[in-house]
């Protein structure tokens, strides 16, 4: 008796289970999805990491044997193909979007300072934010933008058509002809690239203070000047190399993995922009906390 109760109680619940999935056929699927994202999240954060180790270990590999490869993807990152050669290129982005951002900079700046009677400090302010923060984000924003997107979408198209199969197939090594040489690149052109947004984050702000708002260029070079270290200037062109770094792991790594045809690469597309922009703000704060977290390195009473 006892067994057939039970019997009956498990047909009930698999009969009542079928009509909630036959009644609520989105919702169960919704549930399903979402409690298998966890297996899903680590699976691919294992993917990304192996992919990582492998490309970053192939780039000896690479410097010997693709090296014209490298040198092409240098010219094409830094310059750009197409349109985006007309007018300038990656160079020619990243300056402008740093010459608005630190604009920006010193509009706010001026203005939160002004609130309180201390506009003057205008300029320790500009050197403070452009060169520990903003450079490096806006900078890196803008190569996940241009060369990042572009980069996901080469190598999911080259994906989904089986190019990278048939690289295998002649003897190629994709990651390290694919991935490595990406990587190098991107450390390579980051460095002119990021020297330019620093010269746009240093000229922007002055001009926007001393032009627009009228205060002298005396008293806002004394504080730019006084509050610029050069340790905070090399401590940012690492940060913008480890961010660069980073964008172009990320690209490729989804780009490198895409399946699904033309709207699996979308897809890769807008995965890898949300991954590398978060990236990109968590490295600049991780690395703000690591720099300047116990000491600030500056005295307002200088």
């Not at 999805?33 to 490309?55: E, H, I, N």
């Not at 979007?97 to 630190?102: E, K, M, P, Q, V």
């Not at 190569?143 to 572009?150: D, H, N, R, S």
């Amino acid at each position: 008796m006892c067994g057939s109760e039970r019997g009956i109680d498990v047909t009930t619940s698999s009969a009542n289970a079928a009509v909630i999935r036959a009644r609520y056929p989105r919702t169960t699927a919704n549930l399903g999805r979402y409690a298998g994202a966890p297996r899903r999240a680590m699976d691919s954060f294992g993917q990304m990491v192996w992919f990582t180790l492998v490309s970053i270990g192939q780039i000896p590999l690479t410097l010997r044997r693709y090296r014209a490869e490298t040198t092409r993807l240098i010219a094409q990152i830094g310059m750009g193909t197409g349109a985006l050669a007309v007018i300038g290129g990656t160079l020619a982005i990243v300056a402008f979007i740093t010459l608005s951002g630190a604009s920006l900079v010193a509009i706010q700046g001026f203005s939160s300072l002004g609130n309180i009677g201390v506009d003057v400090f205008t300029g320790f302010f500009a050197a403070l934010v452009n060169v520990r923060i903003a450079a490096p984000v806006v900078t890196g924003i803008a190569l996940a933008a241009t060369v990042g997107a572009g980069a996901t979408a080469e190598l999911g198209a080259m994906r989904i058509s089986e190019e990278i199969d048939a690289l295998e197939v002649m003897g190629v090594k994709s990651l390290a002809f694919l991935a490595s040489t990406r990587i190098i690149a991107a450390v390579v052109v980051i460095l002119p690239l990021y020297g330019l947004a620093m010269i746009m984050a240093f000229l922007s702000p002055q001009l926007v203070t001393t032009l627009f708002y009228g205060q002298s260029s005396g008293t806002y070079n004394h504080y730019f000047r006084t509050f610029l270290r050069p340790e905070d200037v090399y401590w940012s062109f690492l940060v913008a190399v480890i961010i660069a770094t980073v964008v172009m792991i990320t690209h490729c790594f989804y780009g490198y993995t895409a399946a699904g045809g033309p709207v699996g690469v979308g897809d890769a597309v807008g995965r890898s922009m949300r991954f590398s922009l978060a990236a990109v703000v968590i490295v600049a704060m991780l690395s703000s906390l690591a720099l300047y977290g116990v000491d600030p390195n500056f005295n307002l009473s200088v």
